[in-house]
């Protein structure tokens, strides 16, 4: 099975602060059809994930700009240029490229 | 609007099984994978199947081929899950999602406890 890395687990932002978070696959994720398909997912306090980036770097529909994601093969970033109160959660990249599809252990955003 | 609405909360006794429901509307799941998803107390996302409901093939994880189910239901746009031999390891929330995870159902708590 694909082994997705985190990093980091926790994450203490600011207000307007910009974060990353890394994400590595224990192999390509580059699927024999062009596409990669991995994809970060934000699950807030008591709600269910919600997809924020697919297939690497697009951006979902209703999903907020400051959110950005980029790499490839098996080394992918998430960046939130300038953090809002809303954004505090468990973030999440998952790959669904190789079955069984498998989910990175989470990074937490927590607001100074 | 497409929306994913899943059963209550079930509490089941170590070794029965329970079916979940996760219906959806605004959407037919005829033309999507349906995945399964769970998420034990305090820990991450756990990816446990998909099928497509058009046909009906399913792919399982490999720890999940002797616990879980997936079918649906097309006339009535509704996919399930059974989970059987129920063990305190499989208390979990679970969730439904369409294809490619854009749309999740709220959840639903399963307990197992004697």
């Known amino acids: 099975d694909v082994v997705l890395t985190q990093t980091p687990p926790t994450l203490s932002a600011t207000i307007g602060q910009s974060v990353s978070i890394s994400c590595r696959s224990s192999?390509?994720?580059?699927?024999?059809?062009?596409?990669?398909?991995l994809n970060w997912l934000l699950q807030r306090p008591g709600q269910s994930p919600q997809l924020l980036i697919y297939?690497?770097?697009n951006l979902e529909s209703g999903v907020p700009n400051r959110f950005s994601g980029s790499g490839s093969e098996t080394d992918f970033t998430l960046k939130i240029s300038g953090v809002e109160a809303e954004d505090l959660g468990v973030y999440y990249c998952?790959?669904?490229?190789?079955?069984?599809?498998?989910f990175g252990s989470g990074t937490k955003l927590e607001i100074k | 609007e497409v929306q994913l609405q899943q059963s209550g909360a079930e509490l089941g006794k170590p070794g029965t099984s329970v079916k979940l429901s996760c219906k959806v509307s605004?959407?037919?799941?005829?033309?999507?994978?349906m995945h399964w998803v769970n998420q034990r107390p305090g820990k991450g996302l756990e990816w446990i199947g998909r099928?497509?409901?058009?046909?009906?093939?399913?792919i399982y994880a490999e720890k999940f081929k002797s616990k879980a189910t997936l079918t649906a239901d097309t006339s009535s746009n509704t996919a399930y899950m059974q989970l059987s031999q129920l063990k305190s390891d499989d208390t979990a929330i679970y969730f439904c999602?369409?294809?490619?995870?854009?749309?999740w159902g709220q959840g639903v708590m399963v307990t197992v406890s004697s």
């Open positions: 099928i497509d409901p058009a046909n009906g093939n399913t």
């Open positions: 999602a369409m294809d490619p995870f854009d749309y």
């Open positions: 998952m790959q669904a490229t190789h079955a069984p599809f498998t």
């Open positions: 192999q390509s994720l580059l699927d024999s059809d062009g596409d990669t398909y």
């Open positions: 297939s690497v770097s």
């Open positions: 605004g959407y037919n799941i005829r033309n999507t994978y």
